[in-house]
């Protein structure tokens, strides 16, 4: 009988099963041995790329802050009447407390060495997971192409101060509606073409690049700092805080301000907080995270007020206040062309234009490649999912985001309202409700019997908790987007989005998982051991398990049925009766 198939059905096939992620390996460590819902970035991370070490976390955290929208931070907060200092503790404030939860929700990805795709499907279930995945993809995408433009700004600066008047005359043959000019859009096309390559390098293998960016990075925004303050024209008045803002506030109005303060500080460090597990899984232990909260305390405050610091030295020089750094740096070339500034100036933009893609990477294309492994993990890997997304930078033409569309940025910078509750009902299933246990094994089974399958696959804890939060917050979205368009109770509460919508998601998480429990186990081995983290020592596998890694075999394998583990040597071991020595885990 004849093939009902087309020829063009036939090829499109053809094309798809050569499109399938190969899980084919000349290492002893499998991949993609779970399933459908598991290929070799979505299983555990095996030792080989566990290579990230304390100071590498240090650094990656350091140096993120490093970057224009941390950097101009406190433009829209000078807007609202708030001084430099009151702005500063705002940063300070948010720093610790997303440090504490950066802590928290590293732990597990640093423990079972999975990343946010396959976590995610332990609080949220394994089809309910592809939503929240899908939140994080769309919007790291968006990012992704605005970043990329920022960074191209520095790069027009460097070719500014190498071709001089050729390139500020350089001839524009796009109308004004494109929003760019054919200069500008070389320098995307050129920006583009050189952090492409880095989409094809895995993440475990990126902690390198985050050092040397921890290095400089500071010691550009340092140099242009000092060279702000002490240039001629600013030596005798210094940095001018107060001709940046029109107005002051007081009272209760400061109160409002400095939350709403602590909201926007917030809505930029929000890509870390939930990207962490992409990061956190390719670590030895745990602990090796520990620096990483320490790296953010201590640059985010930095930055902002760096920022805060040349912008207002640029305004005593210049007349004007720029929040851009390309735009202070075109202006110091307005007014002082020679060599000597060129090469200072070509040397500070191409620092920024490097910290700003490596951001981009952690924040935006590694968790896209994630996310789309995740969605699609029969067909997509990390490195085919950081291609794709630098493909769809072109799609997003940022160039008009940015010009006109300032609403929608603004609803972007709503994007905390969204996922700082997904991030509380992961920090809050780990520590609270399952005591730091997970069943490896489970997260990927897509049936009725797994214990991440819940309802239909679903959980409906965590999606009533979500759904909670953000409608307690969502009506103050529509003020950004139109401003007087709701009452100043619905504002007030949204400026508060961050800490509402975490918390309030949190509570109703746990609470729901007392009323309605949760199994932390398969049913024929539910009575196991549930202490903290009694799974770690295996990394969540039971010996009864269909498959265990072969890396994993030795410590599985040496637990007995009873949850313990049976051991060597002489000092961990304890004498139960039973002619066994043995030792809790």
Known sequence: MASSRTPFTHRTQQILDKLKVSNDSDKSEESGQFGKWSNKDLDPSPPSQRIWSAWSFFAFQFSIAFSPTTYNAGASLYAIGLNWWTIFIASIIVSIMIAILLFLNARGPARYHIGYPTLVRASAGIYGSLVFIFIRGVV?????????????????????????????????????????????????????????????????????VFQIKSVIAPIGLIVTMIWALVRKKASSHGADFNGLSSKTVSGAALGWSFMKAINSIVSNVIPPLVNIADLARYVQKPRDTLPMPIGLVVSKPLVVFLGMVITAAGYKQFGEAYWNLWDFYSSVLDHYWSPGARTLVFLAAGIQAFATFVTNFTSNSIPVGCDLTGLFPRHFTIVRGQVLCFILAWVC?????????????????????????IVACMIVDYWLIRKGNLHVPSLYKPSDDSIYHYTHGFNPRAFIAWIVAIALVIPGVASVLSPGSIGPAAVKIYNMGFLLSTIVAGVVYYLACRIWPVAIYPAEMDARDKSWEAMGYTEGFFAEDEVVPEYLREKVFDRGNDGRVYVETKEAALDDGDGHPTRWV
């Open 397 to 421: 033409v940022p160039w008009k985001l940015t010009h006109s569309a300032t609403s929608f940025l603004n609803f972007l910078g709503s994007y905390l309202c969204f996922i700082c509750p």
């Open 140 to 208: 790291a995408i968006l990012y992704m192409s605005i970043q990329t433009y920022y960074a191209s700004e520095f790069l027009a600066v460097m070719l500014r101060c190498v071709f001089g008047h050729r390139w500020t005359d350089f001839p524009n043959h796009l109308p004004a509606s494109a929003a760019i000019t054919s200069a500008n859009l070389l320098a995307f096309g050129l920006l583009w073409l050189i952090q492409f390559p880095f989409a094809f390098v895995h993440p475990s293998k990126m902690s390198r």
